[in-house]
């Protein structure tokens, strides 16, 4: 690119990053490419004249969001200085030659997989009309690309230790669009993580689609999740290491003992259950029921009495009967999770469950997510009130938004930017700093502790 523009200022690029942490990491390693090509970030889209939106394809509402920013940002092109839009991530993917018909302001579209091509497109002057729409298939690995610019702050950074997903979950379409499952190895994981920690990171958190799936497609017994538990634990300045996305079948007491026992591992896990009941589940072809999410949610609080755990729930799946809605919310208010969410289902193109018969009507289904997280507000508002006067590891994330004179962090059992914080009195410290804190107040999902 900077040959494409001999003048002393570099090309100026905006990178906007819709959807989940894994689509993050992935926005992250396009920014570093665009930084070893020499281009320039500019926070001001009007300002760029390059302009990369990483879409999400998860569910309708995440798709319209895409295409919003796409047509809002597109306007740049008439009326600012971009010069080049790509189009990247899972929409991209998925409707390469739909959206090149809808969206002609458009000048290539990049897939999940695509790194090599993204660089290729950058270095260009001219696109062709016709390469707008190719896109490479969801394969391969990025398993030495260190060079990310993080979106978020450095002290807590995300590390995506496998691509894709093997499962044959009936509504999810996220295998379409991010290929089989592609495991990456120990040991770039680990020099991906000290490269992170030596850039500032103090918390990493695990994340693939399905965490605890680790290693199934490597060699047999070369690496899976525990190992590389154990392998990480072991990196040097790393204070806290989180696990995001495991499958309920595959958290076994093994797993749970693990994790008791590394001490960099926190006692917290993200665990999507989507739903309890057997005849649901079955429609959902998860693979599991009721039985083995409750021996799973008994396996962790057992290794580890105070774990915090994240779920989310579907609602409103074909086949959901106000009885299975009924055991959904009795599970809900006997299970005490710590910090859960619901969708309602949405009929993905290419997915079985768009197909099945049974449909809930969407009303309804949103009536009853809203049971359920009204049911949850009351559950967390409890379970942090049991946190009382308790002294807590905090760590600093940054000047509280509610007062400069406060700080903002989160203990072990939070995770950033989902699960609420702690606002911190009488603390000081750079963001990543651990301090003790002791709770002295709370709300629905907040912490109010001074240090200690
Ligand atoms: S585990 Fe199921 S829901 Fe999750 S990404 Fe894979 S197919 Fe989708």
Sequence with gaps: MSEANPSATPTAIHFVSLGCPKNTVDTERMAGLARRQGL??????????????????FIEAARQESIETIVELAQ??????CRLLLVAGCLAQRYPEELARELPEVDA?????????????????DLRVAERSAVGPAEGLAEADYARELCGPAHSAYLKISEGCNRPCAFCAIPLMRGRQRSRSVASLVAEAETLVARGARELILVAQDSTAYGRDLPRGEADLLQLLAALDGVAGLHWLRVHYAYPSLVTTALAEQMARLPRVVHYLDLPIQHVDDEVLRRMR???????????????????????IRSTLLVGHPGETDEAHRRLCEFVSEAEIDHLGAFVFS??????????????????????????????????????????????????????????????????????????????????????????????????YDLVARAV
């Design 40 to 57: 320039r970030f500019s926070p001001a889209a009007a300002e760029a004249e390059v302009i990369v939106i990483n879409t999400c394809g």
């Design 76 to 81: 740049h092109k008439h009326e600012g200085r």
């Design 109 to 125: 579209f990049v897939g999940t997989a695509d790194l090599g091509r993204l660089a290729a497109i950058l270095e260009q002057r």
């Design 286 to 308: 998860r693979g599991y029921g009721a039985v083995q999410v409750r021996q799973a949610l008994a396996a962790l609080r057992a290794a580890m009495p105070a774990v915090a």
């Design 347 to 444: 009929p993905e193109e290419g997915t079985s469950a768009a197909t099945q018969g049974d449909a809930v009507p969407a009303e309804l289904a949103a009536e009853r997510r809203d049971e359920l997280m009204a049911l949850q507000r009351t559950i967390s508002r409890r379970r942090l009130q049991r946190l009382r006067g308790q002294v807590l590891e905090v760590m600093i994330d940054g000047v509280s938004e509610e007062s400069e004179l406060l700080l903002t962090g989160r203990h072990a059992g939070q995770s950033p930017g989902i699960d609420g914080a702690v606002i911190l009195a009488d603390a000081s410290g750079a963001p990543g700093t651990l301090v003790r804190a002791r709770v002295e107040g709370t709300s629905d």
